[in-house]
């Protein structure tokens, strides 16, 4: 009798432990990009994650994370911190091109006339972060303003590096036959706020303020139900 007794008891712990053996293999703690003071941080946790980016930390799928988070800065698989990108440039660059992907709110995958596929990082926004409130509805209004394949012109700004520390391109963005400017667009529906690099605002800052400000004053997009 006392050996049965104890063969339960053994079973009962033994249950037990695989219990907690499984919840605990099982527990998975999500982090985004906002828990991270910084991009090298958000970059480090990036690369001990391992393969397949489990907290999807990495919007376009190059390597890098969360890179709208404020430096010190890190690179693809690097641990030395980036430069920043410089802030003045006197040539004004122009490319055409066709729409690959919208990646988010504000970054666009663009092939060139010249056949070179380049992330664009339109100028003077700063759309939710994905996982972050309004993220989801601010890249589905910019793939109906730039749907893939339509035809894009891009513009950079004289008071703004060319591209930023991620070697994606820093412009204004038209779409042709649709809407002149893509990052004003996305202020006026909401979707946005604004964005300013180095102390230096974009030379369209004024336009994108007052355009934040009526979606604000009117509730619309992320201002509705976000912000």
Known sequence: MH?????????????????????SASAFYDRDCGDFASQAAAQNFFLQAGAGDPHRLDDDGDGVACESNPCPCIGRGSTAPQQF?????????????????????????VRLRSGAHVSVRMLGIDTPERGRCGADAATA?????????????????RTQAAKDRYGRLLRYVKREGGFADLSYRQAWSGFTKPYVYGGTPV?????????IRAARAQQRGAWNSCW
Request: glycine share 8%; no cysteine; charged share 15%.
């Open 141 to 157: 209004n910019l793939r109906r303003l730039a749907p893939v394949g339509s035809t894009v012109h891009l513009v950079s700004d």
């Open 203 to 211: 030379a369209r800052h004024g336009t994108y303020v007052r355009a």
């Open 85 to 109: 990108a410089t802030t003045q440039t006197q040539q004004v660059f122009r490319e055409t091109g066709n729409v690959v992907r919208v990646t988010d709110g504000d970054t666009l995958r």
């Open 3 to 23: 050996t049965l007794v104890r063969l339960l008891a053994l079973a009962v712990v033994g249950l037990g432990l695989t219990s907690m053996t499984q919840a």
